[in-house]
């Protein structure tokens, strides 16, 4: 995909999926289209929506469509909401999806922004006073994710059942997944990389992973950086966040420390990411950290901010990122000035937190 700006129809693939992705989807399209139709014809956005889901898996089967991959892979990004239903299994939901996505299109960058807003309370105390901010760095093609392994011994009877999951560290994933961190580093005003494993416990991948950490950080002189175990690393996200900049860290570890992050920010409903084919061979995929929230879908209140952080990170990735910092300004805006939904303090719906966001486009 070029990154030109001029006169761009940005081509998107829209994947709702299951419960409040639905309502956070429609509610990022609104915002997306507003700020389009503001940019004098400069760019815009063609939608095509998938029914793809727990729904369609419950008609046909499948989590998506058979050809599903090939339909995607000409669209220029794809947004998407959040997958999991009470009537599927989740893993069938997630790797039948989510997950089907990530691997095959090599989104091996999972990048995840943990943001401090002004006027939404932060359960960690430091957040008064402490300006925070921190970008996790999830490895997002095989570690704990790699799929790898089996279930056998069932025919011995109840409570014999054996099962394998093994994790999968190539030392060319460690490497790319570390020197993304590393080059994001770079563009922050805090240099500093943070690495994050298990490895005195898990002697074989996490090993390679700090071996070549500490190779790759021979590259970058100018970058700080420090290892550290990941239970020590939750500690610190607690206790000394104002010291983190880039956190770069497994499939399974990052995910975990990144729910850690926007919960201390205020909310899951906050969080943004972007799943990153950083060689733009396959599409990208731009969706809300947050599941598919089966307590509070349908009712309009979900909170539409992580999707719309996200699809900020979407306009980055698009080249255009005068407009992703208008979008995240306006997200600011509307939630200093109350305009919040319930799991952040305020008693504003979905549509009204999108409403405002889009006004305040104009300020
Ligand atoms: N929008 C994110 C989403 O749908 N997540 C569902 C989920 O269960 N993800 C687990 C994971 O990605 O590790």
């Known amino acids: 995909m070029s990154a030109s700006t001029e006169s761009r129809t940005f081509r998107i693939a829209a994947i709702p999926a299951d419960g409040v992705g639905r309502e956070v989807v429609n509610a990022g399209r609104v915002v997306l289209d507003a700020l389009a139709a503001r940019s004098a014809g400069r760019f815009g956005f063609e939608w095509t929506e998938f029914p793809w889901g727990c729904d369609y898996y419950a008609e046909t089967g499948r989590m998506m469509a058979p050809d599903g991959l090939d339909v995607l892979k000409d669209f220029d990004a794809l947004y998407f909401g959040a997958v999991g239903w009470p009537t599927v299994p989740d893993h069938v939901s997630l790797w039948g999806l989510r997950l089907h996505i990530c691997q095959n299109f090599d989104q091996w960058a999972n990048v995840r922004p943990v943001h401090f807003h002004d006027g939404i309370v932060s359960p960690l105390r430091k957040a008064d006073d402490t300006d925070l901010d921190w970008v996790v760095v999830r490895e997002n093609s095989e570690g704990e994710y790699a799929g790898l392994g089996g279930r056998n011994l069932s025919g011995r009877g109840p409570g014999n059942e054996v099962a394998i999951q093994s994790s999968l560290f190539t030392e060319a994933g460690c490497e790319r997944i570390i020197r993304f961190a590393f080059d994001l580093a770079r563009t922050r005003q805090r240099r500093k990389v943070s690495s994050v494993t298990k490895s005195n416990a898990q002697q074989y991948g996490m090993v390679l992973w700090d071996e070549t950490f500490a190779r790759v950080a021979a590259d970058y002189p100018d970058v700080e950086t420090e290892s550290v175990l990941v239970d020590a690393m939750a500690a610190k996200f607690v206790l000394h966040p104002e010291d983190l900049s880039v956190v770069v860290a497994s499939n399974l ?86 305009v919040r939904t319930r799991d952040v303090g305020g008693t504003a719906t979905t549509d009204e937190v999108v409403a405002a966001l889009v006004e305040n486009l104009s300020r």
């Open 253 to 338: 570890n990052a995910d975990i420390l990144s729910d850690l992050g926007s919960a201390l920010a205020g909310s899951l409903g906050l969080a943004a990411s972007a799943n990153l084919n950083p060689e733009r061979r396959f599409p990208s995929m731009f969706e809300p950290v947050h599941g598919s929230a089966p307590d509070i879908a349908g009712q309009g209140i979900a909170n539409p901010v992580g999707a719309i952080g996200s699809a900020a990170l979407m306009l980055d990735h698009f080249g255009l990122p005068a407009e992703a910092a208008l979008l995240r300004k306006a997200i600011e805006t509307t939630i200093a000035a109350g």
